[in-house]
């Protein structure tokens, strides 16, 4: 084949162009990962959270998270009946050793609610950054550019659960990736992984065949702060109305 | 005369604008990382740094991949479900070279028990015990398999 001067230099560009865009969807860890296919969420099923804590101390190992921090954290609510609008909430530790047992018989009713970052795909987090160092990844992650982030912590302030803080050594903003490093590699993520009764599931809303849309139709599912309206992703299963 | 007479100053002033428009562009180009703007007001390579982190979790499918004794045993108990780390801890080191790193000996006094010990806070349908007064120190593995914990499905010791 015979490719004169000026077709080589027509050429040339185009196949750059052509290599950047092959390129471009693809974080460089994880070579079969396409970001376009995926819309990550969670599920969380209140009523198979026995508030063992081993998502806490997953999420804390996996993650390096500083202590006195969580990226998860567990919340053990008491709900009395006489008092069903202010309910007694107990979080030791993050819950990252358990909870004090409770006698029988107990006035009201007890569960945990695990939380973590919602992964809001409007979230306020993120809006309120000055420098575009935490965005919504095209897969609909809420992440930090850490190697970005000035440390002013406006979206520690902005994010409406509490999920956010300043890491103390860093001095950067820290939260859930939803372990991003795990999910791109086709794993959940440690607290998923570590949940001994499934309370926790990662899903994935743009696989059809991800369970997650059966159990959306035929459960009474919440997220956290409805009226907030920032699109979280973290779904509630029987979720009690007293939880904030 | 022509009202344009002293246009001059004004070239000049527009040059030194081009010139300082110019610098900026140069600067900036400098300045903002390669990838900033790729897919949104960020820097796109922050993706690929945050997806490269190391794992500290292999996942329950490194685990059975060797360990298919194990994965027999646990399919008939209620244990099916509780993968390998939620208890054994994290063991990616360990699945990347089985040889020179092996899990620690686990300690069931502490490990059963932080599920297992009653509160009236946990769900009813949830198996609970007393530890005291349920085994009065005998350790939980005397009586069950932790692989297929109940003693009347074949999967005591």
């Not at chain 1, 809420?142 to 300043?166: E, F």
């Not at chain 2, 060797?66 to 699945?95: F, P, R, S």
């Not at chain 2, 502490?110 to 015990?129: E, G, M, N, Y």
Request: aromatic share 8%; glycine share 6%.
């Amino acid at each position: 084949m015979n490719i004169t001067r000026r077709q080589l230099l027509i050429l040339l560009p185009a196949a750059a162009v052509a290599w950047e865009s092959v390129l471009a969807a693809t974080p460089e860890s994880s070579p079969n990962y396409n970001m376009t296919d995926h819309w990550w969420g969670m599920l969380i099923d209140i009523p198979k959270c026995i508030g063992c804590g081993n998502c806490v101390r997953a999420c804390a190992t996996e993650n390096d998270v500083p202590e006195g921090h969580f990226r998860t954290w567990v919340e053990r609510y008491h709900v009395s009946d006489w008092n069903l609008t202010n309910p007694e909430v107990i979080s030791p530790d993050g819950g990252k050793e358990g909870f004090p047992a409770v006698k029988d018989d107990p006035d009201g009713k007890y569960f945990f609610v695990p939380k973590l970052c919602n992964q809001c795909a409007d979230s306020p987090c993120t809006q309120v950054c000055p420098v575009g160092a935490t965005f919504i990844s095209p897969d609909g992650v809420v992440l930090i550019d850490q190697k970005y982030c000035l440390g002013c912590a406006y979206c520690v302030q902005a994010c409406p659960y509490g999920c956010r803080y300043i890491h103390p050594e860093k001095k950067v903003a820290d939260k859930c990736t939803l372990c991003y490093h795990r999910i791109t590699k086709g794993l959940t993520t440690a607290c998923c992984e570590n949940c001994p009764t499934g309370a926790r599931q990662l899903v994935d809303l743009k696989n059809p065949k991800d369970p997650i849309h059966e159990f959306l139709k035929t459960h009474s599912v919440q997220v956290l702060k409805p009226q907030m309206a920032t699109g979280a992703k973290v779904f509630y299963n029987a979720l009690d109305g007293s939880v904030r | 005369m022509s009202v344009f007479k002293d246009a001059g100053h004004l070239f000049r002033f527009a040059g030194l604008f081009v010139i300082a428009f110019i610098v900026f562009l140069v600067i900036r180009g400098y300045v903002v990382p390669k990838t900033f703007g790729k897919y949104g007001h960020y820097r796109a390579a922050a993706i690929g740094e945050i997806a490269a982190h190391p794992i500290k979790y292999a996942g329950h499918q490194a685990c059975e991949s060797c360990h298919t004794d194990i994965v027999t045993v646990k399919q008939k108990g209620m244990h099916a479900h509780v993968n390998c780390e939620a208890c054994h801890g994290a063991l990616a080191a360990h699945a990347n070279d089985p040889t020179s790193v092996q899990p620690a000996k686990l300690d069931t006094a502490t490990l059963c028990i932080r599920c297992h010990s009653a509160s009236a806070a946990r769900p009813k349908d949830f198996p609970q015990v007393d530890a005291a007064e349920h085994s009065n120190g005998v350790p939980c593995e005397t009586c069950h398999n932790p692989h297929s914990p109940a003693i009347d499905a074949g999967g005591a010791k």
